[in-house]
């Protein structure tokens, strides 16, 4: 089994910024990829960011892409995404997410694709 639990959420105006926080645990060794997604109220969920644990490389959504950033600790198995140029439109509920996906096949922003989810974590920025 695999825990994922967010934290580090919260309220900033337009231009703030956030580091969003995903601690990961149980079995480490079956998950390659870690992934943001995110759901605004009324709205699909929809991908923003992932990282290969194996490699640290990164992949990014275009709506995000120069402002947001991953990075990871392996030895304290969490990996960050960091907020900057906030906007109102980036408010929605966050949550991390794990995939088994072979590495060859590459990065996914699929949620069909993720089979372990955290709880989610509210970030809220108003204008």
């Known amino acids: 089994q695999v825990q994922l639990v967010e934290s580090g959420g919260g309220s900033v105006q337009a231009g703030g910024s956030l580091r969003l926080s995903c601690a990961h645990s149980g079995y480490t060794y079956s998950y390659n990829y870690i992934s943001w997604f995110r759901q605004a109220p009324g709205k699909e969920r929809e991908g923003v960011a992932a990282v290969s644990r194996n490699t640290g490389s990164t992949y990014y959504a275009d709506s995000v892409k120069g402002r947001f950033s991953l990075s990871q600790d392996n030895a304290k198995n969490t990996v960050y995404l960091q907020m900057k140029s906030l906007k109102p439109e980036d408010t929605a509920m966050y949550y991390c997410?794990?995939?088994?996906?072979?590495?060859?096949?590459?990065?996914?922003?699929?949620?069909?694709?993720?089979?372990?989810w955290g709880q989610g974590t509210q970030v809220t920025v108003s204008s």
């Open positions: 997410a794990a995939t088994i996906r072979r590495l060859d096949l590459g990065f996914t922003l699929s949620q069909r694709d993720y089979s372990y």
